[in-house]
Antibody, heavy 121, light 112 residues
């Protein structure tokens, strides 16, 4: 079955950096877009970024563009999110997600358990 | 990016039907049949309930249905059950924005 397991979260000071990873299994990773979605404590869902499985095209939410970088390794079946210049507002649970259908990014049927990132001095 | 508008809360008694609305614009919901709905219980990851406005993934109860009229999408839960109490988020493709998709503000569904 599809499994997405995030890692790399933790406490980081404002201005610092962190790298999240997502290990994928149970499906052909290279057939799917992959993405990161976050949720601040007590708040709604917010798009962070997603990446194409073929062209490598990357799409970023307004609040993270220029600070975060999404990448993927289709050999190691892994997704990454490198986060720079972190701010208190980046504090959230970060979910790794996979769309329902290959070659589509319009609905996301598989989610990891989430990893908490806390930005605080 | 501005979020789609959902009511903060909707409630109903067991067995009743409720509808959660999701209002956007002609640049998102109004022009594309790419609306999805997610259910999230406290402390859990979101779960896809509806995609492409009306389609239900395998394993989702047929008590959940989706529809769209103009710039507003709706999620209807019929035969409300205690386990349906959760937060619900809509999401739509959004043409012309700096990011192609946008989530709704979220609705807390309470079973009385």
């Amino acid at each position: 079955q599809v499994q997405l397991v995030e890692s790399g979260g933790g406490l980081v000071k404002p201005g610092g950096s962190l790298r999240l990873s997502c290990a994928a299994s149970g499906f052909t990773f290279s057939d799917y877009y992959m993405g990161w979605i976050r949720q601040a404590p007590g708040k709604g869902l917010e798009w962070v970024a997603y990446i194409s499985h073929t062209t490598g095209a990357m799409y970023y939410g307004d609040s993270v563009r220029g600070r975060f970088t999404i990448s993927r390794d289709n050999i190691k079946n892994s997704l990454h999110l490198h986060m720079d210049r972190l701010r208190a507002g980046d504090t959230a649970v970060y979910y790794c997600a996979r769309p329902s259908l290959s070659r589509s990014s319009s609905s996301w049927s598989h989610w990891g358990q989430g990893v908490l990132v806390t930005v605080s001095s | 990016q501005s979020a789609l508008t959902q009511p903060a809360s909707v409630s109903g008694s067991p067995g009743q039907s409720i509808t959660v609305s999701c209002t956007g614009t002609s640049d998102d919901i109004g022009s594309y049949d790419l609306v999805s709905w997610y259910q999230q219980h406290p402390g859990r990851s979101p779960r896809l309930m509806i995609y492409d406005v009306t389609e239900r993934p395998s394993g989702v109860s047929n008590r959940f249905s989706g529809s769209k009229s103009g710039n507003t999408a709706s999620l209807t839960i019929s035969g409300l059950q205690a386990e349906d109490e959760a937060d619900y988020f809509c999401c739509s493709y959004a043409y012309g924005r700096t990011f192609p998709y946008v989530f709704g503000t979220g609705t807390k569904v309470t079973v009385l």
